[in-house]
């Protein structure tokens, strides 16, 4: 690895107190040297404040931690001798990733250095090159406006003995400017659709610049913030203030019919101190949220509790777990009352849906409203491929007032112990997959197992989230082709032909009330072969075979009875019960007969998942 050699030419100055380190000096490093190894402070620290004015803004008592940027873009050093008198060391060692920085030829005395890092190239300050320890050295360059990146601060007093022995040590570098989150308390997350623009405006000046000492100087007022309401967190990073500072939050929004309203929010006491986060949290209150409805923008997803299911790092535990990662096939959305009575969506398809309308109705509530009414509880722009989410429901907290499918106005309480045995759901939406779903006859049971990958199989190997998709896509296409007139009308020219384990001719009526009422697949992941297929839908392909299969994975023209498809169909054929006695496995007739017809089937776009594009184009890695 190239290393790069840093050093600063300063002239010296007497240094300020600094924090006390404790080093050791291992037997196998160099004399007269000094290495640090370099970390971030990974979280701000919470300031915790009291209520500000009449409850309209209050500082948050608790927040989660902010992880801190992999790595940093850039770092400079100062080292100075134990009189203060900056020196110019010409042998040094940083790392290309700024993770340790070596010291060499240092002679016997004490010494101190002082680092500044960077952890986001983007932002409004600058490191200068100081004359003295007490001038700046990073400086805010455009006026007026928060510094808006990370930047990091420590100095370190360290001493070199007279038998020259080298010294270690950890130093972890300090978050040198404060963070400011604005956050919008909304008891429907969906009315942020609503929200036309937020702005911050402070009375009260911060900080322009921080000193090689590690003080801070000069002072500026902020202008108005804006903030980009597209983004789930609205932030910024500033130099520290001597004082609080007050201000107000000023918030733009409409009404249904278009018309804009602006709502202004005064607090006070706002402390930005150097490594420490306050939020703001504002509680906006639209007019018209009184309706319990969610209406849910595609680009608003992300501010309700939201994930793709089988992205590339979700672990084993996940998807082999059945109660989070199991469905039916004729039920790919799940609507559910998930964690704190929010309404729990998951989707198993690579297919997304668009345009859902979500209805709920409750049992036993009494009041205006009956049990057999069917209510609008949310819409969705959007449903992604394989989202998983929770969208909390005013509903939970406060009494609301929703639409039946009659079009009656209906008032609900609050509804805080919400439980799955409270409530139905059902859904209307436009969808040409749903639609081939629903002509599908079987109903199979789909999960996912490790088999006997852990316990020295030769041919078991650990399923990934990737193949767990693959997996979805078969199990639907499967099941699709079996229900379809064009399977039914070739499987008529094999009457006679497909004999079972004692080479008995089968009965087609009864094979197809066979692969009607088949209803589990446990998907597995083989290696060695091209499959294992058995009992208890026992079902395992090669990673080949899964990716195989679809119609576009081999040359258009070429033999649909390739070796991924005929190793489905032979291991589908062990689970309806057939061994190699019969050519429902071996003997290139069952297997021969699926493959054409599910090429056919997919080359037309006939299948719910024809394409292997339409799995390997969905986001797959974070």
């Known amino acids: 690895m190239k290393k790069k050699h840093a050093i600063l030419l300063l002239p010296a100055l007497l240094l300020a107190a600094c924090d006390d380190y404790n080093f050791n000096a291992p037997d196998t490093a160099a004399a007269g040297s000094a290495t640090f190894e370099i970390s971030t402070q990974h979280a701000f620290g919470l300031e915790v404040s009291s209520r500000a004015g009449e409850g309209v803004v209050e500082m948050a008592d608790s927040i989660a931690t902010y992880a801190a940027p992999e790595g940093i873009t850039k770092l400079e050093y100062i080292l100075t001798d134990g009189e203060g008198r900056l020196i110019n060391h010409r042998y040094a060692r940083l790392e290309d990733d700024y993770s340790r920085l070596t010291l060499e030829g240092l002679a016997c005395g004490s010494y101190s250095i002082m680092f500044l890092a960077t952890g986001t190239d983007a932002g409004n300050a600058a490191a200068s090159q100081p004359a003295a320890t007490a001038e700046p050295w990073i400086v805010n360059k455009v006026e007026n406006e928060p510094v808006n990146s990370l930047h990091y601060y420590k100095k370190v007093d360290f001493a070199v003995g007279f038998d020259q022995a080298p010294v270690r040590g950890q130093v972890e570098l300090d978050l040198a400017v404060a963070r400011v989150d604005v956050v919008l308390d909304m008891a429907n997350l969906s009315l942020w659709r609503n929200i036309k623009s937020v702005s911050l405006s402070v009375d009260g000046e911060v900080y322009t610049h921080m000193k090689a000492d590690g003080t801070y100087g000069g002072s500026a007022s902020l202008d108005t913030l804006a903030f980009d309401c597209s983004k789930s967190l609205m932030s910024f990073t500033t130099f520290p203030s001597e004082e609080p500072v007050n201000g107000t939050v000023e918030v733009v929004a409409a009404l249904e019919n278009g018309t804009e309203f602006t709502t202004r929010y005064n607090f006070s006491g706002l402390s930005l101190q150097q490594g420490r986060l306050s939020r703001i949290v504002v509680p906006f209150r639209h007019p018209e949220a009184s309706s319990g409805r969610l209406y849910v923008l595609e680009k608003e997803l992300s501010r309700f509790d939201t994930d793709t299911m089988f992205m590339s790092d979700e672990p084993r535990e996940v998807f082999y777990n059945t109660s989070r990662r199991s469905f039916y096939t004729d039920t790919p959305l799940q609507l559910s009352i998930g964690a704190g009575g929010a309404l729990s969506v998951k989707y198993f398809s690579p297919i997304g849906l668009r345009d859902v309308r979500v209805l709920a109705r409750l049992r036993s509530i009494g009041g205006e409203y009956t049990d057999d009414e069917w209510f609008d509880i949310a819409y969705l722009e959007a449903i992604p491929a394989f989202l998983e989410g929770l969208f909390k429901m005013p509903l939970v907290e406060r009494e609301c007032t929703f639409t039946t499918t009659t079009g009656r106005k209906i008032r609900i ?62 199990a639907y296409n499967m099941g699709f082709m079996f229900s379809s007139p064009e399977f039914s009308a070739e499987l008529d020219t094999y009457d006679g032909i497909l004999k079972d384990n004692g080479g008995n001719a089968i009965d087609l009526n009864v094979l197809r009330t066979k692969l009607r009422n088949f209803n589990k697949l446990q998907f597995g992941r083989v290696v060695g072969v091209g499959g294992l297929g058995g009992g208890n839908g026992t079902y395992g392909l090669a990673d080949y075979c899964y990716r195989g299969v679809y119609h576009d994975a081999t040359a258009p023209g070429s033999n649909p009875h390739n070796y991924a498809r005929m190793a489905m169909f032979h291991e589908f054929g062990h689970c309806l019960g057939y061994n190699h006695n019969s050519n429902m496995t071996y003997g290139d007739q069952w297997t021969v007969l699926c493959a054409k017809v599910f090429v056919q089937l997919g080359q037309e776009g006939k299948l719910p998942v024809s394409n292997l594009t339409d799995i390997t184009s969905l986001p797959y890695n974070r």
């Open 413 to 474: 309480p609050a509804q805080p112990a919400l439980q799955a045995s409270d409530i139905e759901f059902k859904f209307e939406t436009q969808s040409e997959f749903l639609d081939k779903i629903a002509k599908t006859e079987s109903r199979y049971y789909i999960c996912f197992s490790k088999y006997g990958a852990d316990s020295g199989h030769a041919s078991w190997r650990h399923m990934t989230p990737e193949l767990c998709r693959h997996a979805i896509a078969l």
